[in-house]
């Protein structure tokens, strides 16, 4: 069974961090695009960052570029998004997605594979 699961979510206060962690399992993930989305009440879903399984080159939102990092472990089959100097703005659902895709792409229609979401809330 092909899964994504995400974990690390929790309640942080402004300017704190958080380490959100993505497993993947149930196939070769070597040839995906690794997205994370975000979504807040609300809005809709919004592009936060990619990162290619095979090569590791990276793709940020304007909104988060210098503040989040994304990486992955291949021997862990894990994709992580480490979140520092977090805002109240980056409140939301946070979504692991892959796509079979040899191209960029920040459309969340162009990813197949969803996690159930993590949640992150930032207090002001």
């Known amino acids: 069974q092909v899964q994504l699961v995400e974990s690390g979510g929790g309640l942080v206060q402004t300017g704190g961090s958080l380490r959100l962690s993505c497993a993947a399992s149930?196939?070769?993930?070597?040839?995906?695009?690794m997205g994370w989305f975000r979504q807040a009440p609300g809005k809709e879903r919004e592009f936060v960052a990619a990162?290619?399984?095979?090569?590791?080159?990276?793709d940020y939102a304007d909104s988060v570029k210098g503040r989040f990092t994304i990486s992955r472990d291949n021997a862990k089959n894990t994709v992580y998004l480490q979140l520092e100097s977090l805002k109240f703005e980056d409140t939301g659902v946070y979504y692991c997605?892959?796509?079979?895709?040899?191209?960029?792409?920040?459309?969340?229609?162009?990813?197949?594979?969803w996690g159930q979401g993590t949640q992150v809330t930032v207090s002001s």
């Open positions: 990162i290619r399984w095979s090569g590791g080159n990276t």
């Open positions: 149930g196939r070769t993930f070597s040839s995906y695009l």
């Open positions: 997605a892959a796509a079979r895709t040899l191209i960029w792409t920040r459309i969340h229609s162009a990813y197949a594979l």
